[in-house]
T-cell receptor
Framework: DQQVKQNSPSLSVQEGRISILNCDYT??????FLWYKKYPAEGPTFLIS?????DKNEDGRFTVFLNKSAKHLSLHIVPSQPGDSAVYFCAASGDGGSQGNLIFGKGTKLSVKP | DTGVSQNPRHKITKRGQNVTFRCDPI?????LYWYRQTLGQGPEFLTYFQNEAQLEKSRLLSDRFSAERPKGSFSTLEIQRTEQGDSAMYLC?????????????FGSGTRLTVV
């Protein structure tokens, strides 16, 4: 059973507009949520994270929002740039006390068109 | 520091052979993780070490898989009697304990193809 779900396999956005990537989770024990970006032939790169006690965290063009009641988080990229084109993974940590185990979604491929 | 280094980048092996991958983490990081990623999936946790101690293993890590971190620095992941289902990208990551907010730093991975 997937505990972290990214229901949109792909997203296409025009340069300069907002990209919104969504993620849902099922386990209320998760206490950290993270977003990673992955280019082909490279490992995932950490982007931004949020603690479960917060509802928003911002870093430059990237903002993550957490809605605990809905078990939903989203990553906003404003403005989107062609270099943002990559696969974005949502991940969660803290499952039942396991602090070594990041659980990833399947990813959303973002394409930013010039 | 050059980040997390994994070798080799690619490995093609025949079914039934043994393979070993190496990971060199960021030097000051005391935690090291192994993940596996197959096509269309996110990375799946295999195991992690804090210093030289292996603290957690996933049920994905069958008896054919073994990981070591003998001196708390580099780590090796060995797969014995490889099967075609083992074909995947094997990712290593490292971090400092207690700093989950800052995420893990991943290497570029070793792509294993079992023919």
């Amino acid at each position: 059973d997937q505990q972290v779900k990214q229901n949109s396999p792909s997203l296409s956005v025009q340069e300069g507009r907002i990209s919104i990537l969504n993620c849902d989770y099922t386990n209320s024990m998760f206490d950290y949520f993270l977003w990673y970006k992955k280019y082909p032939a490279e490992g995932p790169t950490f982007l931004i994270s949020i603690s479960s006690i917060k509802d928003k965290n911002e870093d430059g063009r990237f903002t993550v929002f957490l809605n605990k009641s809905a078990k939903h988080l989203s990553l906003h990229i404003v403005p989107s740039q062609p270099g943002d084109s990559a696969v974005y993974f949502c991940a969660a940590s803290g499952d039942g006390g396991s602090q070594g185990n990041l659980i990833f979604g399947k990813g959303t491929k973002l394409s930013v068109k010039p | 520091d050059t980040g997390v280094s994994q070798n080799p980048r690619h490995k093609i092996t025949k079914r039934g052979q043994n393979v070993t991958f190496r990971c060199d983490p960021i030097s000051e990081h005391n935690r090291l993780y192994w993940y596996r990623q197959t096509l269309g999936q996110g990375p799946e946790f295999l195991t992690y070490f804090q210093n030289e101690a292996q603290l957690e293993k996933s049920r994905l890590l069958s008896d054919r898989f073994s990981a070591e971190r003998p001196k708390g620095s580099f780590s090796t992941l060995e797969i014995q009697r490889t099967e075609q289902g083992d074909s995947a990208m094997y990712l290593c990551a490292s971090s400092l304990a207690g700093q989950r907010f800052y995420g893990y730093t991943f290497g570029s991975g070793t792509r294993l193809t079992v023919v």
